[in-house]
């Protein structure tokens, strides 16, 4: 073998093993890991949620204040001083009890009078009766006397003389006189006690008047009075009488709401309406106690409250709160999140996750929208896997790997 031969089968030798070399460290390629049944790494998670059959509502938000069930400022029936004042702001009071006690010192004499015309009455009317019994006593007695002397002439005639028998006539009919004018006295006497008795009993119900007390059990909201103020009669229209006291029922509080002309008609008394208190952070719950049951001609609503128990007093007269109603429900519709959804106008698009991972961009016409859930009429099928969340990170033609996520149940006002 000659030198150059040998040369040759050295670089051929080099190459081969260069080249075995190279293809013994080259990468794997994605066939080849197919071909060994080596897992390819997925694509990036997304969340996504089903498109399914809801009901779906429009909600509608309005805005109200709780008011007390009863609030009255309380007037003296009688103008007097203040005496004595029980309570004052904060107070809580019982149904009948004592707030105030008025000082009025004319009604006193006044009153006093009324009795002592009241005692003065019954006195005359004892009089009159004896009057009236002494007048039928001689009226008795004449009135038999003539009755012997007519008897006697009739059956003797000439034995009595005539004007005997006239004078006892005219003493019957005296005695008679008598007794009429008697019962008259009697019967006026008695009007007279009526009267006296009307006039004590007006005067003891103004007395009475005097002591304020409280319609209602409620929280005094304003005191209006102090010991020693004088307090004009709530009845005179002559001057601006000033109340004593401000009372609130707190126990149950109103709150009204003018509900629109859309869904008015659906209002029924006991329907249970759930309100957000934004000074508290709290929902609560009352029913419908009473609706004006007409419209307002200028603002097209109905005039509705809205009953709340407060026996533990947290609620406050005046607290803002929003209520939530529900119009213009539909039942069983495909609904998807609206997170879900790239609006635009009447309609949107939304990532569809197919059957190989891969999202493919879907034109969607949309329809009624709740406050988590958006109707879909068309361009998509009921149980198609829809991508949620940021819409950024993701486009048509990503493999993906989907994770379906639980959204929670749709809210009150926008799907059930």
């Not at 019954?122 to 009226?139: N, P």
């Amino acid at each position: 073998m000659t030198r150059k031969t040998k040369i040759i089968l050295g670089i051929v030798l080099v190459l081969a093993l260069a080249a075995g070399w190279r293809w013994l460290g080259r990468s794997r390629t994605e066939a080849d890991d197919r071909s060994r049944g080596v897992a390819v790494p997925a694509g990036p998670e997304a969340a996504v949620v089903r498109a399914e059959q809801h009901s779906l509502g429009i909600p509608l938000t309005l805005a109200g204040a709780f008011k007390p069930f009863q609030d009255v400022d309380l007037h003296a029936k009688v103008a007097g001083y203040i005496k004595t004042i029980y309570v004052d702001v904060g107070s809580h009071v019982k149904e009948g009890q004592t707030l105030a006690i008025l000082e009025v010192p004319e009604l006193a004499a006044e009153l006093a009078g009324a009795d002592a015309a009241v005692r003065r009455s019954r006195e005359e009317i004892r009089r009159a009766q004896g009057d009236l019994t002494r007048a039928k006593s001689s009226y008795a007695a004449a009135h038999a006397m003539y009755d012997r002397l007519s008897q006697a002439a009739q059956q003797r005639p000439g034995l009595v003389a005539q004007q005997d028998v006239d004078d006892a006539q005219a003493k019957d009919l005296g005695g008679e006189a008598q007794v009429a004018s008697a019962q008259a006295a009697l019967d006026a006497a008695q009007q007279a006690l009526e009267v006296a008795q009307a006039t004590q009993t007006q005067y003891t119900a103004l007395s009475d008047y005097t002591r304020i007390t409280a319609p209602f059990a409620g929280v005094v909201t304003v005191r209006y009075a102090d010991t020693g103020s004088l307090i004009a009669a709530g009845t005179s229209s002559s001057t601006q009488s000033e109340p004593v006291v401000r009372l609130a029922q707190i126990s149950v509080l109103r709150l009204v709401l003018p509900i629109p002309e859309s869904i008015a008609g659906g209002i029924r008394l006991g329907d249970p309406i759930k309100v957000h208190v934004q000074a508290l952070n709290q929902d609560y719950v009352g029913k419908v106690a009473r609706f004006a049951d007409a419209l307002d001609e200028q603002t097209r609503t109905m005039h509705t409250e809205i009953d709340f128990q407060n026996t533990d007093g947290q609620l406050l007269p005046g607290m803002y709160v929003e209520a939530t109603l529900t119009q213009a429900e539909k039942k069983q519709m495909l609904t998807v999140p609206l997170e879900a959804v790239e609006m635009n106008g009447p309609g949107g698009t939304v990532l569809v996750v197919n059957s190989q991972n891969v999202l493919e961009e879907r034109k969607v016409h949309l329809g009624l929208q709740g406050s988590t859930r958006i109707e879909v009429l068309s361009g998509l099928s009921e149980g198609e896997p829809v991508v949620v969340g940021s819409r950024n990170e993701f486009r048509a033609g990503m493999k993906v790997t989907p994770k379906e996520i639980d959204v929670g149940q749709p809210g009150a006002a926008g799907a059930r």
